[in-house]
């Protein structure tokens, strides 16, 4: 007989614990549905969306460049090694470094500008 009492109270113990861990969530969820929620307008998102867009054009265009420089690079290597054209390896390496010029002269006035 004790133990079957000892086990009825604990019984009745987890149960007024699952009912309090129950009726705190409740009053929790509760709390959740009573606070105001701010929600931006809708041209604030359609304008943030198109700023992201722009810098992912921006970036690209960028990348675009550094690809197209780089397969120059390489296959004017490649031409000048197969066909033994010194002249087209000089005007590819002018022509690559006057890329170079132009697209660091750009960065700086980019960074100047900022300033």
Same mark, same amino acid.
């Given at each position: 007989?004790?133990?079957?009492?000892?086990?009825?109270?604990?019984?009745?113990?987890?149960?007024?614990?699952?009912?309090?861990?129950?009726?705190?969530?409740?009053?929790?969820?509760?709390?959740?549905?009573?606070?105001?929620? #701010? %929600?931006?307008?809708?041209?604030?998102?359609?304008?943030?969306?198109?700023?992201?867009?722009?810098?992912?054009?921006?970036?690209?265009?960028?990348?675009?460049?550094? +690809? %197209?420089?780089?397969?120059?690079?390489?296959?004017?290597?490649?031409? +000048?090694?197969?066909?033994?054209?010194?002249?087209?390896? #000089?005007?590819?390496?002018?022509?690559?470094?006057? %890329?170079?010029?132009?697209?660091? #002269?750009?960065?700086?006035?980019?960074?100047?500008?900022?300033?």
């Amino acid at each position: 007989m004790k133990n079957q009492k000892g086990t009825s109270s604990s019984v009745e113990n987890n149960d007024t614990e699952f009912f309090d861990t129950i009726s705190a969530i409740n009053n929790g969820l509760d709390k959740l549905d009573s606070m105001d929620t #701010y %929600i931006p307008d809708d041209k604030w998102f359609e304008q943030m969306v198109l700023n992201q867009q722009e810098i992912q054009k921006k970036k690209y265009r960028r990348e675009l460049a550094l +690809f %197209i420089l780089s397969a120059m690079l390489i296959l004017s290597g490649v031409i +000048f090694t197969l066909l033994e054209l010194p002249t087209l390896f #000089y005007m590819l390496q002018a022509v690559t470094l006057v %890329i170079t010029v132009v697209y660091s #002269y750009k960065g700086v006035q980019k960074q100047v500008d900022s300033r």
